[in-house]
């Protein structure tokens, strides 16, 4: 039987083998290059588009002459709304959720089943929530279009996430802690909200600000439920407004350009940066959390 | 005559027939004719027209007209006028019955394949065969172009990058995660389509870039690093042990990551695609900004016709949705659709994250 | 496997009948009988994998952590059997201090740790807790070099050794009868060893306590008794 050299040995001279590893290495490299390039051209294309119309004036003032100038104050506003509702409903749900899954599930088929469910859930497109806040919230609750209504629907769409973050940073606990509160006498429930749950917090809030960051950026879920396009007022916090739509930022977006030529250019792409902005802040807030916690616990 | 696009099992409209004092013929014509949007061979009800009753001292013989096979037609009646409004009501008068034929769920199995969408007109069609394709095809393309470049991105992350580089490349991947759909749908709009169009638009007299083409280049970018982050994740639970015993087999660098590595990380690389698959099929923001928003049929039956499909404006699922929930009436038959549609999408959804799940057990 | 222990005239706190331990449908510990001697220091020693630490959190039900883990048999503290119905697994617990091979302070300040136990159990507060804290650190001989920033300063800052009695003035807070250590030095230095062994020698004084131990030599310095598994 005849044997196949995969490799063939080096000749004298030339190291093939290591320039063939060599250029195999800057190929690879070159991937994540080119991903590193795409999201700081990304950044900058935004940036070089919206830098000039952004002022105090644009960020703060309700537009004007039929959205054709002005500035997005409301719009800010609304979104800020959204996300602050959003926060105070999905976090406690999804923290809850989290914990049951990872405290109460030692039998393992049931858990693996709700954790497969949640993990889709989680990759579940916006529109989709969308649709169902929609026939949910608006028509069956009579919620109407409305920032409550944007609530529920946000609150839903951001829940897996924090779910899953709030499960994965509970199983990081050593079990070194879990153990020395119950050989101190704790209860079970004494162990997770003395010792595990402090814990597991940097964790649980850097998923907690990211899946609000993911919320914030998205126009579907918010489209058929929340929104409302002409807006030359600020919405205020009230039980009336509870049940009103409020502009934001994804929606404008969305509407501007669903309805071209009525917003000029310029002051789209003050919004675009107003947005990734917004969305950026929260992600770096993530990652302080995320990089003191590490230093604090290594 | 207007057919009733809601006709229930069996339901009948009537119809008056009369002629105006002015009239000076002897006789008068009934004629019809099938709204242009209307196809008999869709249609999910065979209408019959059936003469009910003749005014007084008029003499005609029972009619009754099958509108299936006669769409278009016209009958002559002998004259009759009305001069008052108690008299109108005396006139000739019609049934329309609508009569479900037997093979109404086939029916609308077909239209639902074969013909196109159209849900606004007077006989909505709701083909949605282009809208399916469409939406395959944008993902189909999105995948081919991020798999191997995300893919080799996560090889070089998990398998040659210091700590240092993968410490710093995270945040990156992170913020290209973060950056809002709509966002996204912009940056395609000022970077590729104009691009698109520079390079196609004269030969196919494009109005604009936007289209399949477009679509799925931004797809890739918005996929690019759900699929490097989780084909890492599924490189880097590969045992070292593994890595090791490649190595102390001889094998090169590329060799170990080709014969060793890539078979040991499958299940979870599949899981990696498929989940970003789900996550093409689903977004919305994307297709809606870049598709162009014109139903069209693929078409490859010639080069330049499959660079048609590519660069002209097409239409997916998704925004479907989301254009036609903007403007439905509740409650009518076309509410139902987009929903019908969203279905279709979990549906879809369901399916790959069952086989993910299979692979991950 | 056999635990052989002498036989003498002191009272009896803990008696096994019996017990087995079965992890995954695997015998872990089989029909041990045991007991141990109020107010003594009982060191168990053995082969590693002969079950010495599944014995020993036998002692205070923590095997029933593990979803797949089986005790039977019977495991008498005063006469009481601690696996009948409707045992409280947190009194139970509370008699029964354990401190673990590897120190686990938890992640706050060193006060925060020793004054977990009595605040949760007893509702203590204020003065009371500072002194049953105190009290605790310094029957654990560690008070005299935290006392200076015993607020401030977070449990995970201290040395390995000093870890460790921390871990020990956080047990003896919450007041137990009993003290199971398992392998309390076997991831420290000698001094810190030395250190902790005198310290057992000085706990055996008012508590019972039982050590798992790999080094027979340290078995012999500071226990009365020694059980022997194998």
Redesign the interface.
């Known amino acids: 039987m005849a044997v196949k050299l995969a490799h063939k040995p080096a000749e004298a001279g030339v190291d093939w083998e290591a320039l063939v590893a060599r250029r195999d290495a800057l190929r690879l490299r070159k991937n994540a290059l080119l991903t590193t390039l795409l999201v700081f051209t990304l950044l900058a294309v935004i940036t070089y588009k919206g830098a000039s119309t952004i002022s105090w004036e644009f960020l703060t003032t309700p537009p004007r002459e039929g959205m054709s100038a002005g500035g997005i104050g409301p719009m800010i506003r609304g979104s800020l709304l959204l996300m602050l509702g959003t926060f105070l409903l999905a976090t406690p749900l999804g923290i809850f959720g989290g914990v049951c899954l990872a405290e109460y599930g030692d039998r393992s088929r049931i858990r693996r089943f709700m954790h497969a469910s949640v993990a889709a859930l989680a990759g579940t497109p916006p529109i989709v929530y969308g649709l169902f806040g929609l026939a949910i919230f608006v028509l069956k609750f009579q919620f109407g279009v409305s920032l409550l209504a944007g609530w529920c629907t946000l609150t839903l769409f951001s829940l897996p996430v924090i779910v899953l973050t709030t499960e994965a940073a509970l199983k990081t606990v050593p079990e070194g802690i879990i153990n020395g509160g119950l050989a101190l006498g704790l209860s079970r429930w004494q162990t997770l909200w003395r010792l595990a749950l402090p814990y597991a917090m940097p964790g649980i809030m850097t998923g907690v600000i990211l899946s609000l960051g993911r919320a914030a950026g998205e126009a579907m879920p918010v489209l058929f439920t929340a929104s409302i396009y002409y807006a030359s007022t600020f919405p205020a916090l009230s039980w009336e407004s509870l049940r009103q739509p409020v502009a934001n930022l994804p929606y404008y977006l969305a509407e501007g350009y669903r309805q071209p030529g009525v917003v000029p250019e310029h002051l789209i792409w003050g919004a675009c940066l107003t947005l990734i902005v917004l969305v950026l802040l929260l992600n770096v807030g993530a990652i302080v959390i995320r990089t003191r916690a590490r230093r604090r616990y290594l | 005559m207007r057919a009733p696009e809601r006709a229930k099992q069996g339901e009948r409209f009537l119809l008056l027939v009369f002629a105006m004092p002015t009239y000076t013929g002897k006789t008068m014509e009934l004629a019809w004719e099938p709204d242009v949007s209307f196809e008999p061979q869709f249609a999910p009800y065979q209408f019959r027209l059936r003469l009910v009753r003749a005014p007084e001292g008029v003499d005609v013989e029972p009619i009754e007209i099958d509108l299936r096979q006669h769409p278009k037609g016209c009958i002559t009646l002998p004259v009759w006028k009305a001069y008052s409004q108690e008299e109108w009501l005396k006139g000739y008068l019609f049934e329309l019955e609508a009569i479900p034929t037997t093979s109404t769920t086939w029916a609308t199995l077909q239209q639902f394949l074969m013909s196109d969408w159209a849900p606004t007109i007077l006989y909505p069609r709701f083909g949605m065969l282009p809208l399916l394709l469409a939406s395959l095809l944008i993902t189909t393309l999105a995948i081919l172009f991020a798999t191997p470049l995300g893919l080799a991105a996560a090889v070089y992350l998990s398998e040659q990058a210091s700590p240092r580089v993968r410490e710093w490349f995270k945040p990156i991947l992170e913020v290209l995660a973060a950056i809002p759909t709509v966002v996204l749908g912009y940056f395609g709009v000022v970077m590729i389509t104009p691009a698109l169009q520079k390079l196609f638009g004269e030969a196919l007299q494009l109005s604009s870039g936007r289209g399949l083409l477009a679509t799925a280049l931004m797809m890739t970018v918005f996929i690019l690093p759900t699929i490097i982050s989780l084909s890492e994740d599924a490189l880097r639970a590969v045992p070292n042990s593994l890595r090791e015993g490649a190595e102390a087999l001889g094998f090169t660098h590329a060799g170990r990551i080709r014969l060793v590595i890539l078979p040991a990380a499958k299940s979870g690389l599949i899981a990696a695609v498929l989940l970003a698959v789900a996550r093409v099929m689903g977004e919305t923001m994307i297709v809606w900004i870049l598709s162009g928003g014109t139903p069209t049929m693929p078409d490859f039956s010639s080069p330049t016709a499959a660079l048609g499909t590519l660069v002209k404006p097409t239409r997916a699922i998704p925004d479907t949705i989301a254009i036609e929930m903007g403007n439905v009436e509740l409650e009518s038959p076309h509410y139902g659709y987009p929903f019908l549609l969203g279905l279709i999408i979990i549906n879809l959804l369901g399916f790959a994250y069952r086989k993910r799940a299979q692979f991950q057990l | 496997m056999i635990a052989a222990m002498t036989p003498t005239t002191t009272k009896t706190v803990i008696q096994t009948v019996d017990l087995s331990v079965a992890y995954n449908g695997k015998l872990a510990l089989k029909a041990v009988n045991a007991q141990f001697y109020e107010n003594t220091v009982t060191a168990l020693i053995g082969p590693s994998g002969c079950g010495k630490s599944t014995l020993l959190r036998a002692l205070?039900r923590?095997n029933d952590?593990i979803?797949d883990a089986v005790t039977q048999g019977k495991v008498l503290i005063d006469g009481k059997d601690i696996y009948a119905r409707g045992v409280n697994?947190?009194?139970?617990?509370?008699?029964v201090?354990?401190?673990?091979q590897?120190p686990?302070?938890?992640?706050?300040s060193i006060f925060e740790n020793v004054a977990?136990?009595p605040r949760?159990?007893y509702g203590l507060r204020g003065r009371a807790l500072e002194e049953i804290v105190e009290d605790a650190l310094r029957k654990a001989a560690l008070w005299d070099e935290v006392k200076d920033d015993l607020k401030k300063k977070s449990g995970?800052a201290l040395s390995g050794g000093q870890q460790q009695r921390l871990?020990l003035a956080?047990?003896l807070a919450?007041q137990p009868r009993i003290l199971?250590m398992d392998e309390p030095c076997s991831a420290l230095n000698p001094i810190s060893t030395q250190e902790i062994e005198e310290l057992i020698v000085e706990l055996g004084k008012q508590y019972t306590v039982i050590v798992v131990t790999h080094n027979l030599q340290q078995a012999a310095r500071i226990s009365q008794y020694t059980g022997f598994l194998m």
């Open positions: 205070n923590l952590r979803p697994l947190t009194r139970l617990r509370r008699e201090g354990m401190v673990f590897k686990n302070p938890f992640p706050m977990l136990g949760l159990h995970l871990c956080r047990m919450v199971l």
